[in-house]
């Protein structure tokens, strides 16, 4: 917080590495530094201790392992395990199933944010045209292209003075690179 100031939000992802004792302790001593949310702080398979954590935080506690599926978020919806969802196509399955966690999400008063992995500009574009399709989706986690050496899609979306801007073209407005299609197929 010191390096950037008061006003950059900072978030954090514990990656399913404490258990509740660990997080609720780390999530207190983070307080000072104005976090934004916390990712994940246990273990996945463990709905009851993301709720005795999300009851016991300072820090709202964002799920992201724990869910792959509808039936996973309507799991933490029923439970009331944390305010926030981070849903990912590449995790849920797709769009179709990645939709459907958002319209559970909404149901149930929880806000989500549209994750990735690391991924190319054509699925950042899919997961941004996801996003735009539910009023669930408040947080956008879609830089991971940023840190490729090479990009194999031609348009996409862009990220300029720190947002997210799909293209206006049809359909995603992405699509391979011929030339780099053609590049592979000679390594072939």
């Known amino acids: 917080r010191n390096a950037v100031g008061e006003e950059p939000l900072i978030r954090i992802d514990a990656n399913q590495g404490w258990n509740r004792i660990q997080a609720v302790q780390n999530l207190q001593r983070f307080e000072p530094f104005g976090i934004q949310f916390v990712e994940q702080p246990c273990r996945r398979s463990d709905p009851q201790a993301l709720k005795y954590i999300s009851e016991h935080s300072p820090i709202p506690v964002m799920a992201d392992e724990s869910i792959f599926s509808p039936h996973d978020a309507m799991t933490l919806v029923r439970e009331d395990a944390v305010p926030y969802f981070n849903v990912k196509l590449s995790k849920s399955g797709g769009i179709y199933n990645a939709l459907r966690i958002a319209h559970i999400a909404e149901a149930g008063g929880r806000v989500c944010m549209v994750g990735c992995m690391s991924e190319s500009p054509l699925g950042l574009t899919a997961a941004a045209h996801l996003a735009l ?12 292209f940023l840190e490729h050496a090479e990009n194999p899609i031609i348009g996409g979306v862009q990220i300029e003075k720190g947002m997210v801007e799909v293209p206006d073209a049809p359909g995603l407005g992405a699509e391979p690179d011929p030339t780099y299609l053609k590049k592979l197929e000679e390594v072939h």
């Open 133 to 144: 399709a539910s009023r669930a989706f408040q947080f956008f986690d879609l830089d991971s």
